[in-house]
């Protein structure tokens, strides 16, 4: 996992707002019954759900101080400019970088873990989904499985549940997310 230092600008009760070294700030999915604001604590993310800068909620950048090239996928190290850190970011094989180059990666909130200087976590918040994907109501089943959903970069599914119909391609999801790990 990546660590970095964060500082505490605001507190809710289900969310964080975290600023980073360089003062890009963002909100976290945590609890924040158990954070004060002013607090510094760190924030850590795994290599695998960094993204590419664009995408994320928001983005760190340094020098890349490392490639491995490992077939199905490139682990890029970088320094970090603005904080006493390193970060690992690993990403599909088709990533084009160089050692020297200067690189910006993505940092998604909603993959974000935020630790107590004791390192006890912050429990972790995740809102309810429920959306149509068709209005056909006719003959339906239910199916219920676990099951890993995106949606628009902040929600992920610890378990569904599909009522599917007789008609093809029709389906209605719905799904309660849990505060997830």
């Known amino acids: ?3 970095m230092s964060v500082f505490i600008e605001e507190v809710e009760a ?20 158990t954070v004060n604001k ?3 604590m760190s924030m850590g993310v795994r290599p695998e759900h960094l993204v590419s800068a664009e995408e994320g909620d928001a983005k760190v950048g340094g020098e890349v101080m490392i490639v491995e090239k490992l077939g199905n996928e490139t682990q890029v190290y970088l320094n970090l400019e603005d904080a006493d850190a390193d970060v690992i970011y690993r990403q599909p094989d088709t990533l084009a970088v160089e050692v020297g180059d200067k690189f910006e990666i993505g940092i998604p909130a909603h993959r974000c873990h935020l630790f ?7 429990r972790r918040y995740i809102k309810k989904l429920a959306y149509k994907l068709s209005n056909c ?3 339906l089943c239910l199916l219920k499985a ?3 959903i995106e949606f628009r970069g902040f929600i992920y599914l610890k378990s569904v549940q599909l009522q ?7 389906a209605i999801m719905c799904g309660v997310l849990h505060p997830g790990s």
């Open 1 to 3: 996992m990546n660590f």
């Open 14 to 33: 289900e969310r964080v707002k975290v600023q980073l070294a360089d003062g890009d700030s963002f909100w976290i999915p945590v609890d924040g019954t």
């Open 38 to 40: 002013g607090d510094r």
């Open 116 to 122: 107590h200087s004791d390192g006890k976590a912050c």
């Open 137 to 139: 109501f006719k003959h």
């Open 146 to 148: 676990p099951m890993l």
């Open 164 to 170: 599917l119909s007789t008609c093809s391609s029709h």
